[in-house]
């Protein structure tokens, strides 16, 4: 169902990143249906020259470049670039991320690192980069977070401790930089179904209902219900939401602490 207006982004500019698959691109291929250009950067450019070509596919303006967003430089190379070809950004999106399910006993430092780089990091250098980029005043920033932010998971202490400062972040922006007309958010899913995440943390049958289980509405997300939340926060409709962290997860983070039982079994039990 549509639940917003057709051409509603009519000559405005989407840049985001993990814009080639799962959240990302979901959220890209919702905003050009609503008439946006959208430029997507991703780790390789294989998988954004595919993700560009199916959007223009359908008609829509897109472009793309390989970024990884651990390098501010390459970041800046891709906002830049989006910047020449159409002009001031409209909306920027931080959807890259990382994650592995590991015991803090079981995780090396480097391991941590890796993932509070491409998601905590990741989300500074996109931002940073973008202010000169972006449309002032109207530019939203959407960050996608996750229930990690504010409550504890066994096996992912390095998102948990990641996506916190993404949220603070995130509000930070929105204290700074709103002043001059740009707005920040940030939206929690819980589990997404068809993303490289949920396979990785329920990789089973058994392990998926156990998921389901654990969400009021007995089902998880899908990339769709995430795409449309972020088109409300960059509508006029969420023109005075600024600083606001949108949990998006069924009512699953009502339910307390994640500590997947038996999961200490199939990752290994720390000594």
Known sequence: MNVFTDNL???????LTGGS?????????RFSELGARVFLAGRRQERIDEAVSAIRGRGREAAGRAADVRSYDAIAAALEQCHRQWGPIDFVFCA???NFPAPVLGMSANGFKAVVDIDLLGTFNTCRAAYACLRKPGAVIVSISANHAHQPYAFQAHVCAAKAGVDLLTKVLAVEWGPEGIR??????GPVDDTEGMRRLAPSEEARRAVIESVPLRRMATKRDIAEL?????????????????ICDGG???TGARDFGSAFEHFGRPQ
């Open 9 to 15: 982004f009519a000559g405005k500019t989407a840049f």
């Open 96 to 98: 890259a991320a990382g």
């Open 230 to 246: 972020a088109v409300f926060l960059c509508s006029d409709a969420a023109a005075y939401v600024n600083g606001a962290v949108y």
């Open 21 to 29: 698959s799962g959240i990302g691109l979901a959220i890209a291929e």
């Open 252 to 254: 699953q983070s009502l």
């Open 184 to 189: 920040a958010n940030c939206i929690t899913p």
